[in-house]
Structure formats: C-alpha cells, structure tokens
C-alpha cells in the first residue's frame, strides 16, 4: 500500500503597486505590499515591504523586508530586515 504524502502550500499574498487598501489584514501565509496600506497587518508568515510600499499602521509577524516605508509600531518574533532604501516612523 503506497502512502500518501500531503505537502503544505504556503499561501503568498501580494498587494500590488497602485493597490490602496484602508483596512485591517490578517494572513496565514506570508504577503508583499507594494502598495498602500491604512491599517493594522497581522501576519503569521513573512511580509515583505517593497521599495513602493507604504503601511500606516502596525505590524505584528513572524519575520519582515521593509525596502519602504512605515508609520507604526513594528513587532517582530525572529528576523527583521531593514534596507538602505526603508523609513520608519514608529517603534520596532
């Protein structure tokens, strides 16, 4: 008799470039905003923020990108990246 082997899909989100979204997100997965944000982001995964991105709010995940640019408190339970290109404004 042959096993049967389930493998996990992550599931990826992306808000794309010239996306604006007012309103609070919860993901199971990870998720990319390149986009605008107005609300509180709540993520089991990983977020990547993209050069474009712009989140006004707080961010509470697994591990962070930032490349863009954040208004809020940022918490993070392993690995926060910031790069040359971020900007935050808030606590982290």
Do not use: Y
Request: charged fraction near 20%.
């Amino acid at each position: 008799m042959a096993k049967n082997l389930e493998t996990e899909q992550k599931q990826i989100n992306i808000i794309g470039a010239g996306t604006s979204i007012i309103g609070d997100i919860n993901c199971s997965g990870d998720i990319r905003i390149d986009g605008n944000l107005s609300g509180n982001l709540n993520v089991q995964g990983k977020v990547v923020i993209g050069t474009s991105g712009n989140i006004k709010g707080s961010i509470i995940c697994k591990n962070c990108e930032v490349e863009g640019k954040i208004e809020g408190k940022i918490s993070v339970n392993e690995l926060l990246s910031l790069k040359s290109t971020s900007s935050i404004l808030g606590d982290i």
